[in-house]
Structures are given as C-alpha cells and as structure tokens.
Nanobody
Framework: QVQFVDSGGGLVQPGGSLRLSCTASTSITRIYALGWYRQAPGKQRELVAA????????NYADSVKGRFTISRDNAKNIVYLQMNSLKPEDTAAYYC??????????????WGQGTQVTVSS
C-alpha cells in the first residue's frame, strides 16, 4: 500500500505563501485521484483540494479557491499544494492521500504524519 510523506509546512505571516509537498512511496501514475486534506484542532478533517491523473480535473474547497493550487508530478511521485494569501483560518495539519473521485472526494488509504501550517503574525 502506498505511503505518503508530507512536508513543507511552517510558520508564516498572514498574506504569505507556502508550498507543501507529498512524496509517495510508490508510483502515483496509476492513482487516479490525489487530495490534500487538513485538520484544525477540534475540527474534522476536511478536503482542501484534489486532482485527477494528468491534472485534468481539480476540486477545491470554497474557502481556498483562488488562493491554493494543487498539482502533481507523476514522474517524481509528488503532489504539491501551493498556498498563497494565507489566512489564520488556514492553520491546520495538512495531509495528502489517494482518493475516490466523485461529487464528494473521499480519502482512502493510510494517512501520513502530516505537516503543520501555522498562519500567525
């Protein structure tokens, strides 16, 4: 089963940017959909963004549309999340995972350790 290692988080001021990376233990070429999720303290894990194979289709949470961009590099087995114009409410632990694509993109497989993003002045 593929495993994911999330990285790139940190402390950033409001309005700043970060790029998260998720490196898979095996090829992601045959994984149709991949998603980034986040979980803030006391809240449920939620989908942030998802992307299909080849990057043909994407899905974003309304709260991040226009600010975040998901991409994937199948040759390197990496999924990226470029986050711009960060807000304090983006503070959370971020995770990537394979997903089932549909009206609701549902994560499947094992979760990695996540990477913490803290947006604060």
């Amino acid at each position: 089963q593929v495993q994911f290692v999330d990285s790139g988080g940190g402390l950033v001021q409001p309005g700043g940017s970060l790029r998260l990376s998720c490196t898979a233990s095996t090829s992601i070429t045959r994984i149709y959909a991949l998603g980034w999720y986040r979980q803030a303290p006391g809240k449920q894990r939620e989908l942030v963004a998802a992307i299909t194979s080849g990057g043909g289709r994407t899905n974003y949470a309304d709260s991040v549309k226009g600010r975040f961009t998901i991409s994937r590099d199948n040759a390197k087995n990496i999924v990226y999340l470029q986050m711009n114009s960060l807000k304090p409410e983006d503070t959370a632990a971020y995770y990537c995972n394979a997903a089932d694509w549909g009206p609701i993109v549902v994560a499947k497989g094992s979760w990695g350790q996540g990477t913490q993003v803290t947006v604060s002045s």
